[in-house]
């Protein structure tokens, strides 16, 4: 089965303290697709200017993914740019230009809208309702968001969790989202405002499932090095729900195992910049990180 994938699809200029790498193919959206088409086919739903690379144009194609819903409209591309601290964990915004985005509005092709696994990657809400609107009677609806939304459109985040079935947050989100530094109450308060599932990440130390089958402890891939942390979260979340689309039987029987696949294409991410790293591996690559951690976590 395909899964619908919405995001951005951006410019990202990221610099760590020893590097610099400008206008790299990112966006939660490209992220969350290449990530997904490990597992099946995707199709993705976003907005580029008249700049955009060709070259990354060709990279989503090398995967697969469906480009019916990518519009062109005259302008700039989404462009974010982002410097890491020297633990790599902690991250400061250096510019957000929004571009072709502050007008885009998606209409979806005839095809996607009855895609049964949809991903609303990190996109304003209001954008993420949007799609969501299109879609007939989807099987699975996961979405993720930022800080910034729940500071600036609350309102329309609040209406997209009702509709919902699993929502992916991180720890700091889900304590402004709350109030609440405790992580299981965290899960407990957002189970109240509508998803059935929900995912609290804990960067490198994993993540943490409350779902109809109780809570799952999911951990991260243990790395030595990092060389770029952007994208993992979405890569996370795309990994999921590629995997779900492709496993046979509910839900509940599988999303552990695609929590565990969504962690380890998460570490390849952070192994390189952008993309870099996770367009060049190969399935076999993550089965073997899979095993590794099964063998890890096993007592
Ligand atoms: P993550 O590291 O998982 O938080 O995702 C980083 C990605 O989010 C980058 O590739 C950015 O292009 C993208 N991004 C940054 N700011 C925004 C924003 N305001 N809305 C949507 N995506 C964004």
């Not at 991250?91 to 005839?110: D, Q, S, W």
Request: with cysteine; proline share 6%; charged share 20%.
């Amino acid at each position: 089965m395909s899964v619908l994938i919405v995001g951005t699809t951006a410019l990202d200029s990221i610099k760590t303290p020893t590097a610099e790498n400008p206008r790299l193919l990112g966006g939660s959206a490209s992220h969350a697709a290449v990530a997904a088409s490990f597992f099946a086919p995707v199709k993705l739903v976003g907005v580029v200017g008249e700049d955009f690379p060709g070259k990354y144009i060709t990279l989503y194609r090398r995967h697969k993914i469906d480009l019916a819903g990518l519009q062109t409209l005259p302008g700039k591309t989404f462009h974010w740019s982002g410097e890491y601290e020297s633990n790599m964990n902690n991250r400061r915004t250096l510019a957000t230009e929004l571009g072709v985005i502050e007008t885009f509005l998606p209409t979806l092709p005839k095809a996607y809208q009855s895609v049964p696994f949809v991903l609303l990657g990190n996109i304003a809400p209001a954008l993420q309702n949007h799609v969501l609107n299109q879609m007939t009677r989807p099987r699975f609806v996961v979405a993720d968001s930022m800080d910034l939304w729940l500071n600036i459109a609350l309102p329309d985040l609040l209406k997209l969790l009702k509709r919902l079935d699993g929502f992916v947050l991180n720890d700091s989100e889900a304590h402004q989202l709350t109030k609440t530094d405790n992580v299981f109450s965290a899960l407990k308060k957002i189970h109240a405002l509508g998803p059935k599932y929900v995912i609290i990440k804990k960067g490198s130390h994993g993540s943490i499932l409350s779902g109809p089958k109780g809570f799952f402890i999911c951990p991260a891939y243990p790395l030595t090095k990092v060389i770029d942390p952007t994208g993992a979260g979405d890569s996370f979340v795309g990994g999921l729900m590629g995997y779900l689309a492709a496993a046979k039987g509910p839900i509940d029987a599988n999303i552990r195992r695609a929590m565990v696949y969504g962690s380890v294409v998460a570490s390849f991410c952070c192994e390189g910049f952008g993309v870099n790293r996770t367009t060049k591996i190969r399935h076999s690559d993550i089965e073997k990180r899979v095993k590794e951690l099964e063998n890890l976590t096993r007592f």
